[in-house]
């Protein structure tokens, strides 16, 4: 093969989960575009069952519903568990019960459509939690059912993307050389069109449409996700809220955190944590549990952590 060849290519792009989704399918595929397009129906699944936005999914009804041990599905279930499980590794630095305090900041409405989200549920201003419920819940695997405070409201923002990204992944278990890409986050296997690793440019947190940096990553599949407080902003600040003051973390600390590890659901959901705790705290943490990151701070300075060992941050201009 010449460096000019390159392999036969199907992409599918599509809106889900508030954002643009795309597969790319490197090689000759069998049905190609059916399992691409079947790949993205896993973001409308995952949004179905796990989002605050929409009054009829599964994690509406379960805030709603407040009496005691509740059964919901396989998928939410796992989706819960996992969540519950990465907040108790950070000591509550990712909170998937932060709702209440996401709905107060005025994330209160659907950024695909501008809807208005009710308080689910009604709240008694003075018993409601703004965070850490998820302390009190009680997830039992034997029934399959979860029991969450008196009203306690979830947001799974934080985990929900990275988790539609590995399922997405995981349906195409079969394909040697995809790439599924989620609002600027990533799950990635094999190689890229043109036979090479596949390369990701970090998006710049001030420069707009300008790149931080470039990651390639030496594994035959890995996930990048990035948290940044320039995406989703209200009159009160950015969406990434530090638990422990239920308020955006201040701007002094962190301006973005991507990292990168076998699974986006664990990405997603540390990228979340290390910027709450931010840069010491975040990057000791994330060395703990074995992946590698990139922080960009407030002033522009940047940090690498390369525990896992596989990647290649390059950044802007050639330095790495």
Same mark, same amino acid.
């Given at each position: 093969?010449?460096?000019?060849?390159?392999?036969?290519?199907?992409?599918?792009?599509?809106?889900?989960?508030?954002?643009?989704?795309?597969?790319?399918?490197?090689?000759?595929?069998?049905?190609?575009?059916?399992?691409?397009?079947?790949?993205?129906? %896993?973001?409308?699944?995952?949004?179905?069952?796990?989002?605050?936005?929409?009054?009829?999914?599964?994690?509406?009804?379960?805030?709603?519903?407040?009496?005691?041990?509740?059964?919901?599905?396989?998928?939410?279930?796992?989706?819960?568990?996992?969540? %519950?499980?990465?907040?108790?590794?950070?000591?509550?630095?990712?909170?998937?019960?932060?709702?209440?305090?996401?709905?107060?900041?005025?994330?209160?409405?659907? %950024?695909?459509?501008?809807?208005?989200?009710?308080?689910?549920?009604?709240?008694?201003?003075?018993?409601?939690?703004?965070?850490?419920?998820?302390?009190?819940?009680?997830?039992?695997?034997?029934?399959?059912?979860?029991?969450?405070?008196?009203?306690?409201?979830?947001?799974?923002?934080?985990?929900?993307?990275?988790?539609?990204?590995?399922?997405?992944?995981?349906?195409?278990?079969?394909?040697?050389?995809?790439?599924?890409?989620? &609002?600027?986050?990533?799950?990635?296997? &094999?190689?890229? #069109?043109? &036979?090479?690793?596949?390369?990701?440019?970090?998006?710049?947190?001030?420069?707009?449409?300008?790149?931080?940096?470039?990651?390639?990553?030496?594994?035959?599949?890995?996930?990048?996700?990035?948290? &940044?407080?320039?995406?989703?902003?209200?009159?009160?600040?950015?969406?990434?809220?530090?638990?422990?003051?239920?308020?955006?973390?201040?701007?002094?600390?962190?301006?973005?955190?991507?990292?990168?590890? #076998?699974?986006?659901?664990?990405?997603?959901?540390?990228?979340?944590?290390?910027?709450?705790?931010?840069?010491?705290?975040?990057?000791?943490?994330?060395?703990?549990?074995?992946?590698?990151?990139?922080?960009?701070?407030?002033?522009?300075?940047?940090?690498?952590?390369?525990? %896992?060992?596989?990647?290649?941050?390059?950044?802007?201009?050639?330095?790495?």
């Amino acid at each position: 093969m010449t460096a000019a060849t390159e392999f036969v290519t199907t992409e599918f792009v599509t809106t889900a989960m508030s954002t643009t989704v795309s597969v790319q399918l490197v090689g000759a595929i069998p049905e190609a575009a059916a399992r691409a397009a079947q790949a993205v129906e %896993w973001f409308r699944v995952v949004e179905a069952h796990g989002s605050r936005f929409l009054g009829d999914s599964e994690v509406s009804r379960l805030c709603r519903n407040e009496r005691g041990p509740q059964a919901v599905s396989p998928l939410l279930f796992e989706l819960l568990r996992v969540a %519950w499980a990465v907040a108790a590794a950070t000591d509550g630095a990712f909170d998937p019960t932060l709702g209440r305090a996401l709905h107060h900041h005025g994330f209160d409405r659907s %950024w695909q459509d501008g809807h208005r989200v009710p308080r689910n549920p009604t709240p008694d201003t003075a018993t409601a939690p703004l965070s850490g419920a998820w302390r009190q819940a009680v997830l039992d695997e034997a029934t399959g059912t979860i029991a969450l405070p008196p009203q306690t409201m979830l947001d799974l923002g934080g985990i929900a993307k990275g988790f539609a990204l590995d399922l997405a992944a995981r349906s195409l278990h079969d394909v040697p050389n995809m790439c599924v890409v989620a &609002g600027g986050d990533l799950h990635c296997r &094999g190689h890229n #069109p043109r &036979g090479a690793p596949w390369r990701t440019a970090v998006r710049h947190p001030v420069q707009q449409d300008g790149a931080a940096c470039v990651v390639e990553v030496a594994a035959e599949e890995y996930a990048l996700c990035t948290s &940044g407080d320039y995406a989703r902003v209200t009159a009160a600040g950015h969406h990434l809220l530090d638990p422990r003051s239920k308020a955006p973390t201040p701007s002094v600390g962190l301006r973005s955190v991507t990292v990168v590890a #076998p699974h986006a659901v664990v990405a997603d959901a540390l990228a979340t944590a290390a910027f709450v705790l931010g840069a010491n705290a975040g990057a000791a943490l994330l060395a703990e549990h074995g992946v590698d990151a990139y922080f960009i701070d407030a002033d522009g300075t940047h940090h690498e952590v390369h525990e %896992w060992g596989c990647t290649t941050f390059t950044r802007a201009g050639g330095t790495t």
